[in-house]
């Protein structure tokens, strides 16, 4: 008998830790030894003793006191992360079943760590979550593809997935990409019950059939609370799911009303009650005029995805109005199939106020990027029965072979045509092969050549990384020496004076600290001043990294053929020593940024806003028309509009120049590149680089220069973080005054800026057909200043502006006689009458 008691202790014993071992919870703080509490939940630091997790190396831990946009519920946690140069391991031990498993990433910049260059993968139990994983770009192209509703900006993203763990622990390492690092803020680690995902789905397009999905892992790729509000993770049990809105992704949001009903909401079925919450349920779309035949729209939901994988699509129902059955009849639509038909929600969840869910399981192709979801009449039933119902919407990616992981190859489709011919392929493949070879002999010829005749002057030089090109620059066209001139042994070429080393060192007092007026991802900005008294501005890049070497390589070739006088000029270069520094006119006034907000500085006075903003438009005119094919900038900000002593704009910063497209081509493929705030959204999407792309980013500087504050602000309120869109909301209701910088109030003229608002909202046009060009631009920009003036002379008491003072021939009296005229008709004019835009430098600059 005392044997029969023992052994049941033992298995009650053994059964109490395989449950607590079950039902164990981690909330991992990342970067730091101390603890946070969350909505009520203790988040533990990575680094702290007897916390249950084993990390295979310390890697980097990282903090900042900036405030996250998503600081109400995990800003805390996003103060501190993990950075890893090398593969970073977390174990947890005592893990087994099914669980949610969050990652959490909010970048921050970190010492020289810049997280916009991060780019890492992340792998569970040999199962792979993510690779080439770069969180910026995430964050922006979430942006950009919410945009188009009016969402607000985010500032974090948090990776949820579902794993099915089958031993006593789980590792999750982070490998970072080659010469890059990657980043972690917080890991949360929850049970899941064993309901979450049983049972079968119906196949779309199946004619009714069920499949019984199985899986390793499954991620999250959305989860809507469809017609309410957002759900918070404190709102959903002991999961912590976060649930959103979803009228960003629908695709009529009129197409359906919002309904609620809190009132004796229970679940169809006790275990589904861990499927969702019941504030899910209190609020439900339904379709608009549904009662009107031959109006037959559907309500339409649509969302990117990841091509070439299946998806798990669970809808949540639950009939809030009618108490009674075939009042409310529909068909389901996934992928522009019928999923289901003749659904009727009372039926199927047994009453009103019931809460229901049904799985759908489809695949999708390699070639598919998107998912739609719509719900809409069903034509065999009457007028009465034709409305249709969702409360809730989520959508899973099941993984392949071990794989969840998805990296966009955007060339994949160009490619794709090319598949059909091997045999022309591979003879291609040799004579490109054999050509390249002749090439390479050939400029290894030429460049031992070159380094024999000019050894005198690079004896000081060691091997280093700098462009090949740079290098011939300095050398005329018969391959001697240049003539001494004024600015030292080396001819003038259009890439400037080539310094000595210890002329920079003697220019900057030997690299002096104090004299630093910069610093970016490529190394500091000194102020110096060169043997003829000269005042300069000396970028020198990191000699230790290869980071920014492209960029200073375009930003040469660029300045080299192009001169102009709102273009900040390259006066020279250095390349001994494994140096490679830059040498550029100094501008006095420093970034148009600096004098709108976050210094000291006095306010620009609205007319010196205006002045300098037409003078970074005749710069980007000139790239954009000045060469054969045109430049396009890639990287307009107010920190790359510099202000000389008289405050003369010049645009700076050429290292993500591209040149523009040919002429039998509308626009440039390239991997996206620019500023978080300012990029084009269109170019984001499309991978596609135009004119118009720098035309979006000017809009955002146009509406800085007027609200005087950053473009994204995480500590403002969310419908405030970003700049563009904030002011747009305020310029389509033509009342951009109320958020003018306060400084001004009062000496601006309200017409001027008027249009000043009419101009930047055009150039923030969701399609660059839709677009003003740079010309167009500039001329309506010298338009508001002749506005301005007019207005000041008005208020002086001066009335003697006649026509003969207007700016081209165009009198403002004239003008505003106009101002009915729409910005279209306007703007119709020849690309000639933007000429006196460009002063006498416009020729000189095209050497090329």
């Not at 900038?633 to 509009?641: F, G, W, Y």
């Not at 001329?779 to 508001?784: A, C, K, N, Q, S």
């Not at 009915?820 to 690309?831: C, H, K, Q």
Request: hydrophobic content about 35%; proline content about 3%; charged content about 20%.
């Amino acid at each position: 008998m005392e044997n029969f008691w023992l052994f049941s202790l033992v298995i009650v014993f053994v059964f109490s830790k395989t449950c607590e071992a079950q039902s164990r919870s981690f909330l991992i703080n990342c970067g730091t030894n101390s603890s946070v509490t969350v909505s009520g939940r203790k988040w533990v630091g990575d680094s702290s003793p007897n916390n249950n997790i084993t990390l295979s190396s310390s890697g980097i831990p990282a903090s900042t006191d900036v405030k996250s946009v998503d600081d109400s519920t995990y800003g805390e946690l996003y103060k501190t992360a993990r950075m890893f140069e090398s593969s970073l391991n977390y174990t947890f031990q005592g893990v087994r079943g099914d669980y949610f498993v969050r990652l959490h990433f909010s970048p921050f910049s970190f010492d020289d760590y810049n997280v916009n260059v991060s780019s890492f993968g992340v792998v569970a139990n040999g199962l792979k979550l993510v690779e080439k994983f770069e969180v910026p770009g995430e964050l922006l192209h979430k942006n950009a593809y919410l945009q188009g509703s009016g969402s607000n900006s985010t500032s974090s993203i948090v990776k949820e997935y579902v794993l099915a763990i089958n031993r006593d622990a789980l590792v999750i390492e982070f490998i970072p990409d080659r010469e890059t690092f990657g980043f972690i803020n917080a890991i949360e680690i929850v049970p899941a019950v064993d309901e979450l995902f049983a049972g079968s789905a119906s196949k779309v397009g199946g004619n009714g059939a069920n499949v019984n999905v199985s899986w390793q892992g499954i991620e999250t790729m959305y989860r809507l609370n469809v017609g309410g509000s957002v759900v918070s993770p404190s709102q959903d049990s002991d999961l912590w799911r976060k649930w959103e809105m979803d009228t960003s992704y629908m695709i009529t949001a009129n197409a359906g009303v919002e309904i609620k009903n809190s009132s004796n909401i229970t679940y169809s079925s006790v275990n589904d009650s861990s499927l969702a919450p019941l504030v899910v349920y209190e609020s439900a779309r339904t379709m608009s005029n549904n009662e009107v035949l031959e109006k037959r729209f559907n309500m339409s939901w649509k969302f990117e995805v990841d091509p070439g994988f299946d998806y798990l699509i669970r809808l949540h129902f639950c009939e809030l109005v009618f108490d009674k059955a075939n009042q409310r009849i529909f068909r389901v639509y996934i992928n522009n199939r019928t999923a289901a038909d003749n659904y009727n929600v009372f039926v199927r969840a047994g009453g009103m106020n019931k809460a229901y869910h049904q799985d759908f399981f489809d695949v999708v192709s390699s070639k598919v990027k998107t998912l739609w979801i719509q719900l809409g009449p069903d034509t065999n039933v009457g007028a009465a029965g034709t409305d249709a119902l969702l409360n809730g919407l989520e959508i899973f990616k099941i993984s392949r072979n071990g794989n969840l992981a998805y990296v966009d190859n955007y060339e994949s489709s160009a490619n794709s045509s090319k598949a059909s011919s091997k045999n022309a392929i591979l003879w291609g493949a040799i004579g490109a092969g054999v050509a390249t070879v002749a090439i390479l002999a050939t400029l290894i010829f030429c460049f031992c050549k070159c380094r024999r005749e000019k050894s005198s002057d690079t004896k000081t030089n060691p091997p280093g990384w700098r462009p090949l090109f740079l290098v011939n620059s300095t050398v005329n066209a018969k391959g001697s020496a240049g003539s001494k001139n004024q600015y030292g042994s080396v001819a003038s070429t259009r890439a400037g004076k080539r310094f000595l080393l210890p002329e920079i060192r003697a220019a900057t007092n030997n690299f002096d600290e104090s004299l630093v007026i910069g610093v970016g991802g490529f190394g500091k900005v000194y102020k110096g001043e060169i043997e003829d008294g000269t005042l300069v501005a000396i970028k020198r890049s990191n000699p230790q990294s290869q980071q920014g070497l492209a960029e200073f390589e375009t930003e040469i070739e660029m300045l080299s053929k192009l001169r102009h006088r709102h273009l900040v000029s390259l006066i020279g270069f250095c390349d001994e020593q494994n140096e490679m520094i830059l040498v550029y006119e100094y501008m006095a006034n420093g970034t148009l940024r600096s004098h709108l907000f976050g210094s000291e500085l006095p306010p620009l006075t609205w007319k010196q806003r205006v002045e300098a903003c037409i003078g970074a438009a005749r710069g980007l005119h000139y790239l954009h028309t000045g060469a054969d094919r045109g430049v396009i900038h890639r990287d307009v900000k107010t920190t790359n509009i510099l202000l000389d002593e008289n405050f003369v704009a010049k645009m700076s910063d050429f290292g993500l120049s591209k040149t523009g497209p040919a002429l039998d081509h509308t626009h440039v493929s390239t991997a996206v590149k620019g500023s978080f705030g300012y990029l084009d959204p269109e170019y984001f999407r499309r991978q596609q680089l135009t004119e118009k792309s720098d035309v979006y980013s000017f809009g955002v500087v146009l509406f800085e220069a007027v609200c005087s504050r950053p473009v994204i602000n995480p500590t403002l309120p969310k419908d405030q973080i970003n700049l563009a869109e904030w002011a747009m909301r305020w310029q389509r209701q033509r009342s951009l005054e109320t958020i003018i910088d306060p400084r001004l109030e009062g000496n601006y003229c309200p017409e001027s800026l008027k249009k000043f608002g009419d101009i930047a909202e055009k150039c923030l046009a969701d399609e660059g057909k839709s677009r003003p060009t740079m010309g167009e631009v500039l001329w309506h920009l010298e338009y508001v200043l002749q506005l301005h003036e007019a207005w000041i002379r008005k208020t002086a008491g001066e009335n003697s502006f006649t026509s003969s003072q207007g700016f081209g021939g165009l009198a403002v009296d004239e003008a505003e006689e106009r101002e009915g005229t729409s910005f279209d008709e306007e703007t119709s004019f020849s690309r000639e009458s933007t000429s006196r835009g460009l002063d006498e430098s416009t020729t000189e600059g095209r050497k090329s």
